[in-house]
């Protein structure tokens, strides 16, 4: 009797199958974070002596105030982008991962006097206020966080990086690997001029800034600035790099199943929506899976079919080859083979062998001898020339 084979994933009873089963995301979520909470309280028990050769800067797998992320990893058929993208993506979540409790640190263009002043003002909201704990212009952070050991004291200290769009791609020069060897506190673009604009010239072009001139920074309105950096916050950040697989994460261990899978849902509504992230949205996704930093990874949604378009198939059938034709493709990589074996003989015989190191000394010492004795003789016969 043959084995049962069951299915790793379920497809919707209704509708097209290039869409994410409900139940089969509950589902995973709620063995997922069962095993997390199983895997916790084991090691908590078994660990009672901290493991003083940890790395501390690691937060992929945990987060500064002790979260455990559950990420979603995603497959595409063919690469999504042809190079790193140093702005994230941002997918709104029903479940946000920001905590209240959370510290952020928001670094501006120059100066920083001028947002340090929008954040202050009344109609900017005052949870919001209470959580940056600090605003640093870029010059600033030049100057006081140029080692490795102040950019890590800035590292510890705040819990989310926020930073104006405009700058945003000199930050890595600037920060260096310590922010962005990971995305644990990789800091998240965000939009400090709300919907002001550059007003250009006749010619259609920005006006130049004078150097002298720090009254001339485009500042948006508290409220459209406070909209911005709070839509960061409650997003999910998707950093698409040259390859076929991108991890995501979505959620905390502690939340619920229902929340882990609510937000899978959007984050795989946000990706597939108009194609924007990934070419040819669903048909250019292999798998989905959802794990946590030590487990594997569980299947939520597989592809039946691994081409993106049906031009990517062949429509030649394949066909076998004869005894015939086999042989003489054997006959003809022999007859190669034994030209080749030939043609190295010829070689081999033609040149002459090398001498040795030993033949080159008893050579060099014979022609010395030679010449003693052919000196002798010349003295020999001098001295019998005298004589007579």
């Known amino acids: 009797m043959a084995p049962s084979s069951t299915a790793l994933t379920t497809k919707p009873q209704s509708g097209s199958p290039y869409q994410l089963d409900s139940a089969q995301a509950l589902r995973a979520a709620k063995a997922l974070s069962a095993h997390i909470k199983s895997a916790e309280s084991t090691k908590a028990a078994q660990s009672t002596k901290k493991n003083l050769l940890e790395d501390e800067s690691s937060d992929e797998e945990v987060s500064t105030d002790g979260q455990i992320p559950v990420w979603l990893v995603v497959t595409t058929k063919k690469h999504v982008v042809d190079k790193k993208r140093l702005k994230p993506a941002k997918i709104a979540l029903p479940h946000p991962l920001s905590l209240p409790a959370q510290r952020i640190c928001l670094i501006t263009a120059d100066p920083q006097r001028s947002y ?10 005052q949870e919001l206020r209470e959580r ?16 490795y050991e102040t950019k890590r004291q800035l590292y510890a200290e705040y819990d989310i990086f926020l930073a104006d ?30 919907n002001e604009k550059v007003q250009k010239d006749a010619e259609g072009k920005k006006p130049k800034k004078q150097s002298d001139d720090k009254s001339s920074s485009i500042v948006g309105s508290p409220a459209v600035v406070a909209k911005d950096i709070q839509k960061a916050l409650d997003s999910a950040l998707v950093h698409l790099s040259p390859s076929t697989t991108t991890a995501i994460r979505v959620a905390h261990a502690t939340f619920e199943p229902q929340q882990i899978a609510k937000n899978v849902e959007a984050v795989v509504n946000g990706l597939t929506a108009q194609e924007k992230l990934i070419p040819k949205g669903w048909r250019n996704i292999r798998s989905l899976h959802i794990k946590g930093p ?23 059938k394949h066909q076998p080859v004869d005894k015939s034709e086999r042989l003489k493709i054997t006959d003809g990589e022999q007859s190669k083979k034994r030209k080749s074996l030939e043609s190295t003989k010829e070689e081999s015989t033609d040149k002459p062998a090398k001498k040795t190191k030993k033949e080159k000394v008893q050579g060099d010492d014979l022609s010395k001898e030679i010449a003693l004795r052919k000196e002798r003789l010349k003295k020999q016969k001098a001295a019998a020339r005298a004589e007579a």
């Open 294 to 316: 030590e487990t594997t990874a569980l299947p939520i949604w597989l592809a039946d079919e691994l081409w993106v378009d049906e031009q990517d198939v062949l429509d030649e």
């Open 116 to 125: 340090k002043d929008l954040i202050e003002e009344s109609a900017f909201p």
């Open 132 to 147: 940056i704990g600090r605003v640093i212009g870029i010059s600033k952070l030049k100057t006081k966080y140029k080692t």
């Open 165 to 194: 769009d405009r700058i945003i791609t000199f930050l890595p020069n600037v920060l260096g690997k310590v922010f962005y060897k990971n995305t644990a506190k990789r800091p998240v673009p965000v939009n400090l001029m709300g």
